[in-house]
Nanobody, 121 residues
Framework: QVQLVESGGGLVQPGGSLRLSCAAS????????ISWYRQAPGKQRELVAA???????NSADSVKGRFTISRDNAKNTVYLQMNSLKPEDTAVYYC???????????????WGQGTQVTVSS
């Protein structure tokens, strides 16, 4: 069984920083693209940033220059460093990964359970 577990969310003041982590565990043979999404109350889930297994990244215009995505392949973990946080960054942040399970040739898509980020004074 594969799990994606996010951590690092919390309450932070505007202008502050948080670092989210997403650790993948289970019978995994390969992890391809890992992404962070977020969903604010009453809004659709949106892509925040993504990173391929080769290290290529992309991010939403709203977070460019403030958020940085990175990954540690040895630990099957992806990070989202969030700086200069704004109240509009308040949302539940979800990790999403395309990965291959050991013994399978298919690629599956998994979601984490989400972690709450609240930016407020």
């Amino acid at each position: 069984q594969v799990q994606l577990v996010e951590s690092g969310g919390g309450l932070v003041q505007p202008g502050g920083s948080l670092r989210l982590s997403c650790a993948a565990s289970g019978s995994i043979s390969s992890i391809y693209t890992i992404s962070w999404y977020r969903q604010a109350p009453g809004k659709q889930r949106e892509l925040v940033a993504a990173i391929t297994n080769g290290g290529s990244t992309n991010s939403a215009d709203s977070v460019k220059g403030r958020f940085t995505i990175s990954r540690d392949n040895a630990k099957n973990t992806v990070y989202l460093q969030m700086n200069s946080l704004k109240p509009e960054d308040t949302a539940v942040y979800y990790c999403n990964a395309d990965l291959r399970i050991r013994g399978s040739i298919k690629t599956y898509n998994y979601w984490g359970q989400g972690t709450q980020v609240t930016v407020s004074s």
